[in-house]
């Protein structure tokens, strides 16, 4: 392999999974597997899910370098009181930065970290310094909609998913077990 090869394989890159569409979180987890197949160590931390099983859970028990935490307790538009949304947020974006910073992980993905931002649950500046301040080598990526301005711009790599057709919203059709969780 070539210095130049080397060089750019070593640069850790940020990137920003958005949008109204389907396959953010689905994207993120693409890159794990495909991580976890070059023998990276992957850390996956999900900031919203955690109140119903899904698929994911049971996949990635079967990757050795890949670790998955759910931190949140559900989706939090389904509530009123976002106290306890809060508090979930803010021990999450404690093990997240830990996790970041230590550089024990080639990837760590924050998933659904930009609905935490979006509804006010962590600070946007404080969170992109930090993501700032990651060892060279640490890959991150962020999911979910409403991706703050500022993360977005600190971003190497920003895709936005735009919903065209949806069949639960167009068709009634509802989640389908493989396909949603």
């Known amino acids: 392999m070539s210095d130049a090869t080397e060089a750019c394989m070593s640069k850790g890159l940020l990137l920003v999974f958005t949008g109204d569409g389907k396959g953010k979180t689905t994207a993120a987890l693409g890159t794990a597997l495909r991580a976890a197949g070059h023998g990276m160590n992957v850390l996956i931390l999900q900031f ?11 996949a990635v028990k079967r990757l050795e370098t890949v670790t998955l935490r759910t931190l949140g307790s559900g989706f939090t538009w389904q509530k009123e009181n976002l106290d306890e949304d809060r508090r979930l947020a803010r021990e ?22 930009n609905i935490a931002l979006s509804y006010g649950l962590l600070e946007t500046e404080p969170v992109v310094q930090s993501l700032q301040r990651r060892p060279e080598h640490v ?24 919903a065209v057709k949806h069949h639960f919203r167009d068709q009634k059709i509802p989640a389908q077990k493989g396909i949603e969780f």
């Open 139 to 162: 890959h991150v990526i962020v999911t979910g909609r409403n991706a703050p301005e500022a993360l977005v711009a600190a971003a190497d790599t920003v895709t936005e998913m735009t």
């Open 92 to 113: 999450g974006w404690r093990q997240a930065r830990e996790a970041v910073l230590s550089g024990r992980y080639d990837l760590v993905i924050l998933d659904e970290l």
């Open 48 to 58: 919203i899910k955690g109140s119903w099983h899904y698929g994911e859970l049971d």
